[in-house]
């Protein structure tokens, strides 16, 4: 069964809305874990790396005010897209590293569709 | 820097034939080298990983990939391919300094009966 979950699958949302996105790692503890995008029909882009208790970690050219990553505990973290536009419609990868394993997970994905 | 470049974006083998993707990979420091699997509207999922050690790995679903530093490659191979292994392949690289994973842009694997 799946070890990371994300949630929702989908989301349609308004133009300048906000749309959180979970993620969840289900039989282990994350104290890092990380967010994709993919556009369609390309390869996956690292956003940013979620810390657990600290702050999130963006890559070059991510707006960390745009994309508000928060890791409250070792098994959740989150991505809110803050006033989002068309531009932010995505399929959005979240993945969490079991370090016990030394395997990274990865969650089915978020679609998300902004009007 | 790391990167990862995948050779054609699109390949299609008939079903029965050798599946053979290519992967070459740039790393400072050895590589943690994956293969990723994703099927349309879905998550991706863990094929094989080369770490250190063998360097011929087996994955799931009968793939295989050996790492060959001399080229700096990681191809993946399947001896006879089956429709159901139509789907987007991803390969990708790590350094495991900070679990970080760079993808390559993706190899789409179309089978023919």
């Known amino acids: 069964g799946a070890v990371v979950s994300q949630h929702p699958s989908r989301v349609i949302c308004k133009s300048g809305t906000s749309v959180k996105i979970e993620c969840r790692s289900l039989?282990?503890?994350?104290?890092?874990m990380f967010w994709y995008r993919q556009f369609p029909k390309q390869s996956l882009m690292l956003m940013a790396t979620?810390?657990?208790?600290?702050?999130?970690?963006?890559e070059q050219g991510v707006e960390k005010d745009k994309f508000l990553i928060n890791h409250a505990s070792l098994t959740l973290s989150t991505l809110t897209v803050t006033s989002a536009h068309p531009e932010d419609s995505s399929f959005y990868i979240c993945?969490?590293?079991?370090?016990?394993?030394?395997?990274?997970?990865f969650g089915p994905g978020t679609r998300l569709l902004v009007l | 820097a790391q990167s990862v470049t995948q050779l054609g974006s699109h390949v299609s083998v008939s079903e029965g034939a050798l599946v053979l993707l290519r992967c070459n990979y740039s790393?400072?420091?050895?590589?943690?080298l994956f293969w990723y699997v994703q099927y349309p509207n879905q998550g991706l999922q863990l094929l094989l990983k080369?770490?250190?050690?063998?360097?011929l790995v087996k994955g799931i679903n009968g793939f295989e990939a050996e790492f060959k530093k001399s080229e700096t490659s990681f191809h993946l191979t399947k001896p006879s391919a089956h429709m159901s292994d139509a789907a987007e392949y991803f390969c990708?690289?790590?350094?495991?300094?900070?679990?970080?994973?760079?993808f390559g842009k993706g190899t789409r694997l179309h089978i023919l009966p």
């Open positions: 993945s969490a590293t079991n370090r016990v394993q030394e395997t990274q997970y």
């Open positions: 039989d282990f503890q994350a104290t890092t």
């Open positions: 979620s810390n657990e208790g600290s702050k999130a970690t963006y």
């Open positions: 790393s400072s420091v050895p590589p943690y």
């Open positions: 080369y770490t250190t050690g063998a360097t």
């Open positions: 990708a690289v790590s350094d495991n300094r900070d679990d970080k994973i760079i």
